[in-house]
């Protein structure tokens, strides 16, 4: 059981079948919930935010059931399959982490899978400077914007270990450094920010710790080295492409919430009962002439104020779950970067996303943190 929840957490930046399609990682993680499932002594029982998601799912398959009667299609049902799968992995993962001491093979195939998405890019080639941006790395991925997203997602992997000091400073700087250069090749606008906006966070909260002293002398060696390569050398900013990228934010057509149909419910001429329920995914996508590229709007254009409600209630149970154990400043760090990038993307399809929530609250819950088998006495008090 640990080897295949290790092999399904490994493979998650392999994206060998075009996008939409199931990867490996899900076909992977699906069969570990079925032995988990199947092989479990003890019902398995649903926590708040998984009963959110779930009360999503069935709302939205009953809005793209309404919309299909009205002729828009049946393109929604993939929305509401991926709600359903990604059910799933919150309540295998968060299951395993509780009853099945999974911390281990989750950090073992987490730093595999950064290992893995760091050599697609050696592999797959992906240049840090240059004159103009032409192409944009992808890696094992699809699109730059999945390795961006991955890039963010891991940033949360590793404040969970950081905050249960399951690596040492020297893997922590290392690991950041390993997802800077994931996020900086993904040359994602709302990657970067979301990163860098953790790093602050997670930075403040060891400022204002009495611990991790080795983490901030190695964090303060590793700044001041990065200021000597760029003084000691011809390279400036300007050369960098992350740079000219960040420098045109409002400048691309694609900048705009508007063109990204963040604002479809107000557009579409919606009645009462839309803005309640939505207009469905058919419509939406009919409006805009793309998928919604933003995480809670899509949810809110989709199924309306009521459904958009229920996702934001998910992620604020997420929040305030991790904010009152963590901490403000690192609980920032986790749960500020996802939401950040979510702005601009839609993360809700996004598998690796839904690890991450189910990892921070496992290791939250009363009985992960009173199990002997877990590191959770070594918590960080933050």
């Known amino acids: 059981m640990s080897f295949l929840f290790f092999c399904s957490i490994a493979t998650l930046p392999l994206y060998l079948w075009s996008s939409g ?4 990682t899900h076909v992977l993680l699906l069969i570990f919930a079925l032995f988990l499932f199947f092989g479990y002594s003890k019902k398995i029982s649903f926590k708040p935010h998984e009963l959110l998601i779930l009360g999503l799912m069935l709302f939205a398959l009953f809005r793209e059931c309404v919309a ?15 709600l359903a799968f990604n059910l799933v992995v919150l309540v295998s993962v968060r299951s395993c982490l509780e009853t099945q001491n999974g911390m281990a093979p989750l950090k073992w195939g987490y730093i595999t899978a950064l290992l893995l998405a760091v050599a697609g890019l050696w592999i797959m080639g992906t240049s840090f400077t240059g004159t103009q941006v032409t192409e944009r790395a992808i890696g094992t991925f699809n699109n730059p914007n999945q390795l961006g ?7 949360c992997l590793f404040v969970i270990f950081f905050k249960y000091r399951m690596l040492n400073a020297i893997q922590s ?8 250069v994931l996020s900086v090749s993904s040359l994602s606008k709302a990657a970067n920010i979301a990163i860098g906006l953790g790093v602050v966070f ?32 011809y390279l400036e900013l300007d050369d960098l492409l992350i740079t000219q990228r960040l420098r045109s934010i409002g400048s691309d057509s694609d900048d705009s919430l508007e063109e990204r149909g963040t604002f479809a419910l107000f557009d ?38 009521f459904g958009g409600g229920i996702y934001l209630l998910f992620l604020g149970y997420w929040a305030w779950k991790s904010w009152k154990k963590y901490g403000i400043w690192l609980g920032s760090a986790m749960v500020l970067p996802p939401m950040v990038y979510g702005i601009a993307h839609n993360g809700t399809r996004f598998t690796v996303f839904y690890v991450a929530i189910a990892a921070s609250l496992a290791s939250i819950s009363r009985h992960y943190a009173q199990s002997g088998k877990t590191t959770a006495e070594k918590s960080v008090n933050s």
């Open 21 to 24: 399609l199931p990867q490996l």
């Open 268 to 305: 579409a001429g919606a009645n009462v009962l839309e803005y309640l329920f939505g207009i469905g995914y058919g419509r939406s996508f009919a409006i805009v002439g793309h998928e919604i590229h933003s995480t809670l709007a899509a949810n809110l254009v989709n199924y309306g104020f």
């Open 149 to 155: 997203y991955f890039s963010v997602c891991s940033f």
């Open 202 to 233: 997670l930075l403040l909260s060891t400022l204002f710790s009495r611990s991790n002293w080795s983490f901030k002398i190695l964090t303060l060696v590793a700044l001041l080295a990065i200021m000597f390569i760029f003084a000691g050398s």
């Open 173 to 180: 700087i290392v690991i950041i450094g390993l997802i800077g």
């Open 68 to 82: 299909i009667i009205g002729g828009s299609g049946a393109g929604g049902l993939s929305e509401v399959a991926y």
